[in-house]
T-cell receptor
């Protein structure tokens, strides 16, 4: 079983919609959690870290549920420019990151 | 700052050939790592380094060597290329451990025939 599991999608949503992605992780000792964004044929870039209390950055909200070992990302008022693959990332030891396979989002006009 | 740079951007090799993928960063980051990304597999860690002179294996190290003689450079060597090594390779660096934001290079697309 892979350490980080994501629904690969694709998620096709219209502009202005709200969309949520979930991610589960298998190692209960995991310490750090992130969402990265990867555009087609580009490198991943950090979207946001995920904190236990939940955190928000503009239209993006990340939540962490340690008891259930899942992480979520909510995107409100979707823009065409949000079309990308969203990678759930978990760090266990601090020296290695475990990446999910990514969830593909396509926002349509 | 150029950030993380990788060369070459594209490379085609024949089975059995060797080559070195270059990675450099100008952010004075201690932590550097190499990942490969394959369709349907996500990013997998090949090797990483926590500082000059210190390297360790990741999830998929076989067939690859690394060294870290300076803080800035972290080359990845393919010893004898195999078709299974066809992939996109990303180098990344961060201020400290993997728990910090990783800055990725633009990637090298490698095809082994």
């Amino acid at each position: 079983r892979k350490e980080v599991e994501q629904d690969p999608g694709p998620f096709n949503v219209p502009e202005g919609a709200t969309v949520a992605f979930n991610c589960t992780y298998s190692n209960s000792a995991s310490q750090s959690f992130f969402w990265y964004r990867q555009d087609c044929r580009k490198e991943p870039k950090l979207l946001m870290s995920v904190y236990s209390s939940g955190n928000e950055d503009g239209r993006f909200t990340a939540q962490l549920n340690r008891a259930s070992q899942y992480i979520s990302l909510l995107i409100r008022d979707s823009k065409l420019s949000d079309s990308a693959t969203y990678l759930c990332v978990v760090s266990n030891s601090g020296y290695a990151l475990n990446f999910g396979k990514g969830t593909s989002l396509l926002v349509t006009p | 700052n150029a950030g993380v740079t990788q060369t070459p951007k594209f490379q085609v090799l024949k089975t059995g050939q060797s080559m070195t993928l270059q990675c450099a960063q100008d952010m004075n980051h201690e932590y550097m790592s190499w990942y490969r990304q394959d369709p349907g597999m996500g990013l997998r860690l090949i090797h990483y380094s926590v500082g000059a002179g210190i390297t360790d294996q990741g999830e998929v190290p076989n067939g690859y060597n690394v060294s870290r003689s300076t803080t800035e450079d972290f080359p990845l060597r393919l010893l004898s290329a195999a078709p299974s090594q066809t992939s996109v390779y990303f180098c990344a660096s961060s201020y400290s451990t993997g728990a910090h934001e990783q800055f990725f290079g633009p990637g090298t697309r490698l095809t082994v025939l």
